[in-house]
T-cell receptor
Framework: GAVVSQHPSWVICKSGTSVKIECRSL??????MFWYRQFPKQSLMLMAT?????????EQGVEKDKFLINHASLTLSTLTVTSAHPEDSSFYIC????????????FGQGTRLTVV | GENVEQHPSTLSVQEGDSAVIKCTYS??????FPWYKQELGKRPQLIID?????GEKKDQRIAVTLNKTAKHFSLHITETQPEDSAVYFC???????????????FGQGTILTVHP
């Protein structure tokens, strides 16, 4: 199957700082990637759709100025959590899909963000 | 938008028994229904999926059924083993192409515990 790599796998940052998370499709090109957030013991909630070469589409309730998404190439999308606060502490996961029949979504390893 | 309901939230079975998890969805445009297994701190792993033109799919001990008319689908695991213990998520996707391809709406998750 296709490989999606996410980096870093965990990060601890101080309140008020920004953190960048990278999501790469290693063996295929992804014009669209998705960013999810998962709080402890909860489900994955879609935050935004990252579109290569254009603005991201954010889900209702997700602050676009706080969660900056850049999809500058067909293999890389980045999520920057700006001015992070403890309530932003969560598991962030990206995914990408192959635009072919029979393929589903492939997930990155996830990033555990802890804001102290 | 799509809404996916998953039941039960927890399921405890004895090794060798069967386990069934059920999901309902709301958007008739959804036509792709994957099931994921997630272990603590790890990314979701696709275990089986089904498309709306198929009513049932089986892969060894795992099977999924889909009733498109009733908008519900189920995961069946037979001969459960302790290593099946994890959180299971159902999801729905329009998979209709364009930027919605690969966009998943997840159910709330089921914690499956298989006792030896």
């Amino acid at each position: 199957g296709a490989v999606v790599s996410q980096h870093p796998s965990w990060v601890i940052c101080k309140s008020g700082t920004s953190v960048k998370i990278e999501c790469r499709s290693l063996d295929f090109q992804a014009t669209t990637m998705f960013w999810y957030r998962q709080f402890p013991k909860q489900s994955l909630m879609l935050m935004a759709t990252s579109n290569e070469g254009s603005k991201a589409t954010y889900e209702q309730g997700v602050e676009k100025d706080k969660f900056l998404i850049n999809h500058a190439s067909l293999t890389l999308s980045t999520l920057t959590v700006t001015s992070a606060h403890p309530e932003d502490s969560s598991f962030y996961i990206c995914s990408a899909s192959l635009i072919t029949q029979g393929s589903g979504a492939f997930f990155g390893q996830g990033t555990r963000l802890t804001v102290v | 938008g799509e809404n996916v309901e998953q039941h039960p939230s927890t399921l405890s079975v004895q090794e060798g028994d069967s386990a069934v998890i059920k999901c309902t969805y709301s958007d008739s445009a959804s036509n792709y229904f994957p099931w994921y297994k997630q272990e603590l701190g790890k990314r979701p792993q696709l275990i089986i999926d089904i498309r709306s033109n198929v009513g049932e799919k089986k892969d060894q001990r795992i099977a999924v059924t889909l009733n498109k008319t009733a908008k519900h689908f189920s995961l069946h695991i037979t001969e459960t083993q302790p290593e099946d213990s994890a959180v299971y998520f159902c999801a729905a996707s329009p998979n209709a192409g364009g930027t919605s391809y690969g966009k998943l709406t997840f159910g709330q998750g089921t914690i499956l515990t298989v006792h030896p």
